[in-house]
């Protein structure tokens, strides 16, 4: 099993940036597709970033693509997300999320298993 703990959330005005990060333990990294997905006040979850075990492969939602960057570091445990140009409608809780499933079936919100970490606030001021 994998513990996850992400970080680097705060408040920005739109256009800044921030980096998410997200630090893993117990379980080498390895065995995992690593993903981002969000949650806005009085949405359900939602699907914005996955990454293969490798690196090889990466997958973004439509509204984020050009903009977030999704990376990891396998020797560090930690994957991150980089998010540029950010929007109001970006405000939402982030949450770390690894799973056995493919980075691809992650995309396809073919996959509802997940290891969780406890979420990070960004909050995006107009």
């Known amino acids: 099993q994998v513990q996850l703990v992400e970080s680097g959330g705060g408040a920005v005005q739109a256009g800044g940036s921030l980096r998410l990060s997200c630090a893993a333990s117990?379980?080498?990294?390895?065995?995992?597709?690593m993903a981002w997905l969000r949650q806005a006040p009085g949405k359900e979850r939602e699907f914005v970033s996955a990454?293969?075990?490798?690196?090889?492969?990466?997958y973004y939602t439509d509204s984020v693509k050009g903009r977030f960057t999704i990376s990891r570091d396998n020797t560090k445990s930690t994957v991150y997300l980089q998010m540029n140009s950010l929007k109001p409608e970006d405000t939402a809780v982030y949450y770390c999320?690894?799973?056995?499933?493919?980075?691809?079936?992650?995309?396809?919100?073919?996959?509802?298993?997940?290891?969780w970490g406890q979420g990070t606030q960004v909050t995006v001021s107009s």
């Open positions: 999320a690894a799973t056995e499933r493919s980075a691809s079936l992650v995309a396809a919100g073919k996959v509802s298993n997940y290891y």
């Open positions: 117990g379980r080498t990294l390895t065995n995992y597709a």
């Open positions: 990454i293969s075990r490798s690196s090889s492969f990466t």
